[in-house]
């Protein structure tokens, strides 16, 4: 027997796509729902306490912290120069920004190593002057610069070029100078977007392991973050891998919950 | 001194236009879509750069070879069709925004931004926020927000075009009284002689990027001469030469008998305008009347309201338009294509030079 289905638009759906729906989100969730059932609970505030375990936490939470600030301070300049321009120049910079988002991270810390590392194009003259960037606390936020940027500056362009030049023109014929317009009109329209996008960039700066192991290597509370400690402990003692990876989780599942948050906040404020 | 002086071209955009403007004047810029309008008033605000010539304020060249002034040092004011007003603020903090933005103390400031409110009737509106107000409150504030800086020229580009039919007519007034009646000098932008006439003293008719005439309001609606302001006001006009006292001969040799109020020149361009109200439809020649009658043929019949809106074309294509009641149109039985003669008494028809 075959089910009627309506014509048109989105009023009625065929049935058979719920069955891979309902896989998609299994496959999902499964994984996530395994780790929750196979940390060892009683023995987490043990686990996260110990000192390679504090060492991680407390450095991934220092570099993302800086990462997140250092793409705040240039990736908003940046979505805000973008947003304005039209052009040739504009769309190669808006590609080349998109690039590192989609690329391998693993190619991302090789491309920092070469340009960067001891034998670099601009990491031998720094060598010269006694500054060596390679294997170092600060090699770890570049990498998560390289590769956390870009969603700060596509989220805030984004939600620039949709709010469009109209409020700004009117703040000019008010007589605001352009930098009195973004202090009192851009930035504070777009504050739901920025804390949107900083949340993505923090997000994305935790996970970061490709880069900063080819970059930045392992060393224990100087490049060991989070992830790279989880990937050490898979093994050698799994329940406590665990219990760092739980951290993540949460960490994510509270940076979808708050962008999801703003991004509403966002759209009730502009509604007519 | 003139307020305002505009002698500009934007290749780009067609524009080649030229405009005076006297202090406490407000012009009213008409004219059809894509004509020009809004260019001339952003090049008057700052937000367009012509490619030749000058724009002065006040005396002081704001625009011209090497010079632009920027938007925001030309102590103007604009209202556009949409308030924009700033949402992640209050509306005492939008109406006291301009003040702020030039430096005046918070304390001076927020007290201007209520009287201006309270001058627009949306004083008790001050601590809402922006997006909670509806659209004519929302421009309401807008104009607040604009007047409290002391512009010394006001642009409109259609202030009420977004507006619901049942608010405009409130906002219309309230302009009035702020703008004209204050004495502010004021450029507007319109598709309506109803905001002409209310809002401007004079008409600056613009087509093509050209400023093509500037009147008195009630002067260049009385007695239109570009289709344009004839459309505009809701007439017929026809085009020819003078043949006598009061009467001209259309393109088509048919002539117009009318009232002219000055004699005309036999000979020169002259213009006979009428109201579709005043036009009778016949289907045969209803010869040996004293009246005007023009040969035409129908090109549409539409319903408007109790009427019938009769548009027909004469022998040159000059269109010409005719009201008829119902009854009329289904009794005669116009449909388009059909021959007709177009009857109008010579005591409705108003002569003067083109």
Known sequence: ?272 | MRAVTLDARVVARGIDAHLDVAPGRVVALVGPNGSGKSSILQLVGGQLRPDGGTITLDGTLVGGPGVHVPVHRRRIAVLEQHPLLFEHLTVLENAAFGLRARGVRAAEARARAQRELDAVGCGELAPARAWEVSGGQAQRIAIARALATDPRLVLLDEPLAALDVSVAPAIRSLLRRRIRDEGRTALLVTHDAVDALALADDLAVVEAGHVVAVGPVADLLARPRTPFVADLVGVNLLAGTASGDDALTLPTGQRVVGVADGPLTAGREAIASFAPAAVAVHTSDPSGSPRNHLRATVTGVEPRGALVRLSAELGDGSPVAADLTLAASVDEGLVPGCPVWLVVKAAQVALYPR
């Open chain 1, 1 to 272: 027997m075959t089910v009627p289905m309506p014509a048109s638009g989105g009023a009625g759906r065929p049935r058979w796509l719920f069955v891979p729906a309902v896989l998609a989100v299994l496959f999902l969730a499964v994984p996530l729902l395994g780790i929750v059932a196979r940390v060892p609970w009683a023995d987490v505030p043990a686990l996260l306490t110990t000192r390679s375990s504090l060492d991680a936490l407390g450095l991934s939470l220092l570099t993302c912290l800086v990462a997140t600030a250092i793409s705040l301070a240039l990736g908003l300049p940046l979505a805000l120069v973008l947003a304005r321009a039209d052009g040739r120049l504009a769309g190669l910079v808006r590609t080349l920004v998109t690039i590192p988002m989609v690329l391998p991270p693993v190619v991302a810390g090789l491309a920092l190593l070469i340009t960067f590392g001891r034998r670099g194009v601009l990491g031998a003259p720094l060598a010269v002057l006694g500054i060596e960037v390679g294997f170092s606390t600060v090699a770890v936020v570049m990498a998560q610069v390289f590769v956390a940027m870009p969603f700060l500056v596509t989220a805030v362009e984004g939600a620039l070029r949709a709010t469009g030049t109209g409020v700004e023109g009117a703040a000019a014929t008010l007589g605001a100078s352009p930098t009195y317009t973004l202090r009192r009109v851009t930035l504070p329209l777009l504050a739901p977007s920025i804390a949107a996008g900083g949340a993505l960039t923090f997000a994305r700066a935790l996970g970061e392991f490709g880069a900063t192991i080819t970059f930045a290597g392992s060393l224990q509370g100087v490049t060991r973050t989070l992830p790279l400690e989880i990937y050490l402990l898979r093994e050698l003692d799994t329940d406590a891998a665990l219990a760092l990876a739980l951290v993540l989780i949460v960490v994510a599942g509270l940076t979808v919950a708050a962008t999801g948050w703003l991004s509403r906040r966002t759209v009730r404020r502009s509604a007519p």
